[in-house]
C-alpha cells in the first residue's frame, strides 16, 4: 500500500505564491511511479493539474495553470512539491496529490492509483 500526506495549503492572496509537498510512504511505494497534482474546486470535477515521472524527465501541465506552477520531486524524500506562483482565486481549490504506477504522465484521475486526502488553497482578491 502507499500513503501519500499533502501539506502545504493555506489562504494567501492574489499573486501570492505557495508551495505544496506530498510526501509518500508505504512498503509498495516505487520511486519510478508517476505522481501527479490535481484539485478539485467547490461545485466542479477534480481536474488534472501537474504531473512528473520519477525522474523529473517529462512533466505535464493543465493549460490554465503552465507557466505559473512548477512541478518537481526529490525521489530521496519521496516528494514531490507544486509552486504556485501568481495565484488566482481561481486557483482555490482542494489540492491531492496522485500516484500512479506507470512511468508515464497520465492526466485522467482514473489512471492513478493512490491519493491523498488533499490540502485546501484559498486565494482572496
Known amino acids: 500500500q502507499v500513503q501519500l500526506v499533502e501539506s502545504g495549503g493555506g489562504l494567501v492572496q492574489a499573486g501570492d505564491s505557495l508551495t505544496l509537498s506530498c510526501a509518500a510512504s508505504?512498503?509498495?511505494?516505487?520511486?519510478?511511479?508517476?505522481m501527479g497534482w490535481f484539485r478539485q474546486a467547490p461545485g466542479r470535477e477534480r481536474e488534472f493539474v501537474a504531473g512528473i515521472i520519477w525522474n523529473g524527465g517529462a512533466t505535464k501541465y493543465a493549460g490554465s495553470v503552465k507557466g505559473r506552477f512548477t512541478i518537481s520531486r526529490d525521489n530521496a524524500k519521496n516528494t514531490v512539491y507544486l509552486q504556485m506562483n501568481s495565484l488566482k482565486p481561481a486557483d482555490t481549490a482542494i489540492y491531492y496529490c496522485?500516484?500512479?504506477?506507470?512511468?508515464?504522465?497520465?492526466?485522467?484521475?482514473?489512471?492513478?492509483?493512490?491519493w491523498g486526502q488533499g490540502t485546501q488553497v484559498t486565494v482572496s482578491t
Open positions: 508505504g512498503r509498495t511505494f516505487s520511486k519510478y511511479y508517476t
Open positions: 496522485a500516484v500512479d504506477r506507470r512511468m508515464i504522465v497520465d492526466t485522467l484521475q482514473d489512471d492513478y492509483d493512490y
